[in-house]
């Protein structure tokens, strides 16, 4: 299915845009094995409005596109693009020991700050219809118009968010600190479903249900689905009906000596099959650790198609990165895998 055609090493900062990957390697932006800028910190850069916003080994911020290079004096919040502006930090400062800022509009074509509101340390998350989608506090999650500063909802989750898996429709899906998933309409601002144990998931469960866990799960705009695996299950949320499916995989794991599936994170998938990491089981001659893996499920026979054992170093909670021809994989020691599709591979 995959096949490993190179490695790099010195390697931080793997992510994916476009259907492409860069990379970090020793401070130097990759792109297709060609360095396109130079002094980057780590993972600290993003591609927003046709460009990049990064900061540099001195923790300085920068816009950049066209090759030219603004400094940013209001932190971005790079997940609150629309159209040519971004949502940012203003007057960002400490205090106290804690960060303080005020909420603004930044306009990226014409590199300025355009709006700044009196709405203090408000997080954004998301952008939706007009709206800036965020927290004030971990447990407040709430909607402010970006055009005019004003609160449309202010909800109190009575618990913190944990991670915010995504958007479908009118509904964002987020994890609660105490594991229950829940269902959020953004446009009321009301808990529309919620989800908190797998009642009798397992034969073998030791407890009456599993506890859910929302970082096990990615979104499915297409399928509708949130997908994911859970101690030795493969499941499927049915967003249209909201009914949980599983099935257990225990003796294909088992087969494949893994022991343990790794938290996903945003985990690439196709329609056909989950990409994820995991523990395998200690032979008796590896005194030092377990190794770890690389598979993919296929989403249909739950089945694992394909796998790659890391020999040398642990994977940690490093994710891979999938383009339609290769798949990438960074370890715990700064070294890239990257794997090249078969175009033979019949699932």
Request: glycine share 4%; hydrophobic share 40%.
């Given at each position: ?270 329609d056909t099959h989950l990409f994820l990491t995991a523990m395998m089981q200690q032979e ?64």
């Amino acid at each position: 299915m995959y096949r490993l055609i190179k490695k790099w090493k010195n390697i931080s900062g793997l992510k994916s845009h476009k259907n492409i990957v860069y990379f970090n390697e020793n401070g130097n932006l990759i792109e297709k094995d060609n360095i396109i800028l130079n002094d980057v910190e780590s993972d600290c850069f993003w591609f927003i409005n046709e460009g990049l916003y990064f900061f540099n080994k001195e923790g300085v911020r920068f816009y950049m596109k066209n090759e030219k290079f603004v400094e940013v004096k209001t932190p971005f919040f790079t997940n609150s693009i629309f159209e040519n502006k971004i949502l940012c930090k203003v007057n960002f400062r400490r205090e106290n020991r804690k960060w303080k800022w005020e909420f603004g509009v930044y306009d990226m074509d014409r590199n300025f700050l355009s709006k700044e509101f009196e709405i203090q340390n408000f997080n954004s998350e998301l952008v939706f219809k007009g709206n800036a989608i965020g927290f004030f506090n971990k447990d407040r999650f709430a909607s402010i118009n970006y055009e005019n500063g004003e609160l449309n909802w202010d909800l109190e989750l009575g618990d913190n968010v944990s991670k915010i898996i995504g958007i479908h429709k009118n509904e964002v899906f987020l994890i609660t600190s105490n594991s229950k998933l829940i269902a959020v309409n953004i446009e009321k601002g009301v808990i529309t479903n919620s989800w908190f144990d797998l009642s009798n998931i397992s034969l073998d469960s030791q407890t009456k249900g599993l506890t859910l866990d929302g970082v096990n799960f990615v979104l499915d705009k297409n399928s509708e689905k949130l997908i994911g695996a859970l101690h030795n299950n493969y499941i499927k949320l049915d967003l249209k009906t909201n009914a949980i499916h599983f099935v257990n995989i225990t003796e294909e794991l088992q087969k494949n000596k893994i022991i343990f599936i790794k938290q996903l994170n945003n985990n690439p998938f196709t329609d056909t099959h989950l990409f994820l990491t995991a523990m395998m089981q200690q032979e008796d001659n590896d005194k030092k650790w377990s190794k770890d893996c690389l598979f993919a499920l296929n989403r249909i026979t739950h089945k694992i198609d394909w796998l790659h054992i890391f020999e040398e170093q642990n994977l940690g909670t490093n994710i891979p990165k999938l383009t339609e021809t290769e798949l990438y994989q960074l370890d715990n020691n700064g070294n890239l895998f990257v794997f090249k599709k078969e175009e033979n591979y019949i699932s």
